[in-house]
């Protein structure tokens, strides 16, 4: 459908007035023309404006619905929006109705509202709903004024915000900051549950791609996100588990088995049990955490509160968690389905490490071993009080998350130096630069632009790494540059140990012939649709093992979606069209959030510094190095967030979810 006329960052458009053609630079039109297939929209709006599609829609009615939502989510902290939305809506409605007239009076009222709403209000709910009504009233009031029969068939639209875009679980960031606001720590926690129980665990060790998204990071710096988080579920006084009162295992529904207890498995069953669905979740190791618990170092995340936020959830639930069973061996996916489970999801991750590529990686060379098993084998040794410890120097090839990780779990266990070799700069590093700054501060040294080339055995032991030193051709600062090999710079690191933190892989092996599940992506993770449906009917697969390794908000993230199709699949019902899903994809493919607006004004306040573990005293030991938020430092933390929520709404032409493929 060809657009008709509209509004967007401060310029009108009309296709129906020569002088208006021109569509503005910063309109990614194509990608807002259709949402659930060839479902054309009618009309979209956002905190940039407004796009008429179909010309025979109303434009106070859509102006009118959007004001609805507004004054629905207007939080009431500020006059301005709370008393504007209501009054702006009241109008609107008024003249959407069947008399549909307003005097000039009102119309001046509620401009002078709108104005008023954008220049004071505290948050981007006031700030930017106006801006749409503004631009209709200054360029296109006869289109505002006229009403007319047409109404489309339906409508979706969203409150959302940067930070929350950037969460691969859409968790409703700003409101939880809200709460720590108040001191209500409880109703912070709440939030995040709605989304997943490991509200600690992930306010540890979160990748926090939600901070790379907020808007504040253009003033002082970016809200310490995580660090809210992790103050919501620490400063309650219990573990999370305490808050969910033991119940029974529901037993009028089909039951469901989720094979593997990490990230992605916990969540699937905790949405389906709370749903009302009994679920088993059936574990190879002798606890729950998955990667999170054999992958991530007691120093960074306390193995207590992994366990009250993923096993003991899920039995006050009323669900199972047997452990020190394991696919592909104990059991199949065949044995499931004769025990009478309706549905399988499978979340056993990417749980093998990947070497080097040195004609040793299939032997037995002492002192030569991948990341995941050096991770794998300390904690093993830490949660039964008997660490590890090593002689001489260790080199960890690769510089990813994994790689810190290994590095600093190294200083902690080793008697000699710690090395880590990368063949790029550290700028175009992919690990966290607050792991890599601590990495720095615990001692451990870095070779940049170095490539390995062989190991250096003795014996059968490794005595050290050759190396050779790179240089960039092309731009230093992409990661498609080519690394060519600078002649003679070859140089040999002495050490005891070679840690290949380099990637990691699903270990395919435990699928066996008869369970008839494709893998994809040379054979590196299970092949799974939209829906997360496998190859074989009624098994699901979400996280690592889906998608490739990735972190543990995305693993939760796809169990919370897995939950939700299998709920559709055991109710016999069509998978439902995600219309929350298909306004992300908006924003991102049409730049929604990529605007250029400055950030209004505010009291200038520097991010809070996290108090931490002094580096001397964590080499011997795996104490929790980040200490986390007090009280005061929280509230101010959480005075931070500007609440950049926006609004947006699309309607469309035919009922959403009839036209999708």
């Not at 709910?125 to 289109?143: H, N, R, Y």
């Not at 709460?179 to 989304?195: F, P, Q």
């Not at 700054?437 to 080339?453: I, R």
């Not at 960039?472 to 290949?500: H, M, Q, W, Y």
Request: hydrophobic residues 35%; glycine residues 8%.
């Amino acid at each position: 459908m060809k657009t008709c006329y509209g509004f967007w960052d401060g310029e009108p458009f009309d296709l129906r007035n020569a002088s208006l053609e021109e569509l503005p630079a910063t309109l990614n039109i194509e990608e807002l023309e259709f949402f659930d297939g060839s479902n054309p929209v009618d009309a979209f709006v956002s905190h940039r404006g407004f796009i008429i599609f179909n010309p025979e829609v109303s434009l106070i009615k859509v102006l009118r619905d959007y004001w609805e939502k507004a004054s629905e989510n207007s939080c009431g902290k500020c006059t301005p929006c709370r008393n504007g939305t209501a009054l702006v809506y009241d109008l609107l409605k008024k003249a959407s109705g069947d008399k549909h007239s307003l005097s000039e009076k009102d119309w001046k009222l509620i401009e002078e509202v709108c104005t008023l709403m954008v220049e004071s209000s505290f948050c981007g709910v006031g700030q930017t709903v106006p801006v749409s009504l503004i631009g209709a009233l200054k360029f296109f009031p006869e289109d505002l004024k006229k009403n007319v029969a047409y109404t489309s068939a339906d409508q979706y639209s969203v409150v959302t915000a940067p930070c929350i875009e950037a969460c691969p679980a859409k968790v409703n960031i700003p409101r939880y900051i809200d709460y720590i606001k108040e001191s209500r720590s409880d109703l912070a926690t709440g939030v995040l549950l709605r989304n997943y129980p490991l509200v600690g665990s992930c306010g540890r060790v979160c990748v926090h791609f939600c901070e790379s998204a907020c808007r504040r990071r253009k003033l002082e710096g970016p809200v310490d996100i995580k660090n809210l988080k992790r103050y919501a579920a620490d400063s309650l006084g219990e573990s999370v588990d305490h808050l969910f009162k033991p119940r029974r295992s529901p037993q009028n529904k089909p039951k469901v088995a989720v094979i593997g207890a990490g990230g992605a498995g916990i969540t699937c069953a905790y949405h389906l049990l709370l749903a009302g669905y009994p679920v088993d979740i059936i574990e190879s190791k002798d606890r729950a955490g998955g990667m999170a618990l054999t992958g991530i170092p007691q120093y960074r995340l306390p193995k207590d509160l992994l366990s009250s936020e993923t096993s003991k959830v899920i039995e006050n639930l009323g669900g199972r968690v047997l452990f020190e069973r394991e696919f592909g061996k104990d059991f199949s996916i065949d044995d499931l389905f004769s025990d009478g489970y309706k549905a399988i999801f499978l979340g056993v991750g990417c749980a093998k490490g990947t070497k080097l590529g040195f004609p040793e990686d299939e032997g037995k060379i002492v002192g030569y071993t991948d990341g995941i098993d050096f991770l794998r084998q300390v904690e093993k040794s830490v949660s039964k009080e008997r660490p590890l410890h090593y002689e001489g120097d260790t080199v960890i090839v690769g510089c990813g998350n994994v790689a810190m990780d290994c590095c600093r779990t190294a200083v902690r266990i080793s008697s000699g130096k710690v090395s880590v070799v990368y063949r790029r700069t550290e700028q175009l590093s992919p690990a966290d630069p607050v792991e890599l700054h601590e990495a720095h501060q615990e001692g451990v040294s870095f070779h940049w632009l170095t490539a390995q080339k062989q190991l250096v055995i003795e014996n059968g032991k490794v005595t050290g790494l050759l190396c050779c030193k790179l240089k960039v051709e092309g731009d230093p600062n992409s990661r498609k540059s080519k690394l060519t090999e600078i002649e003679g710079s070859e140089f040999v690191i002495p050490c005891s140990r070679v840690i290949a933190a380099i990637g990691q892989k699903l270990e395919k092996e435990l699928f066996v012939g008869a369970d008839k599940l494709e893998l994809g992506k040379r054979d590196s993770i299970i092949a799974v649709n939209e829906n997360l449906e496998t190859s074989r009917k009624g098994v699901f697969a979400g996280g690592d093992c889906a998608v490739g390794p990735r972190s543990l908000i995305e693993a939760m993230a796809q169990g919370e979606k897995a939950a939700q199709r299998i709920q559709e699949y055991l109710e016999g019902e069509k998978f439902s069209f995600d219309k929350r899903q298909r306004v992300s994809d908006m924003i991102k493919s049409a730049g929604l959030f990529d605007d250029a607006a400055e950030c209004k004004p505010v009291i200038s306040t520097s991010r809070t510094v996290i108090p931490e573990l002094e580096p001397l005293n964590r080499t011997d030991n795996f104490e929790e190095v980040e200490l986390g938020l007090t009280d005061d430092q929280a509230k101010e933390e959480a005075e931070r967030c500007m609440r950049c929520y926006r609004v947006l709404l699309v309607e469309t032409a035919n009922p959403i979810g009839k036209t999708a493929k």
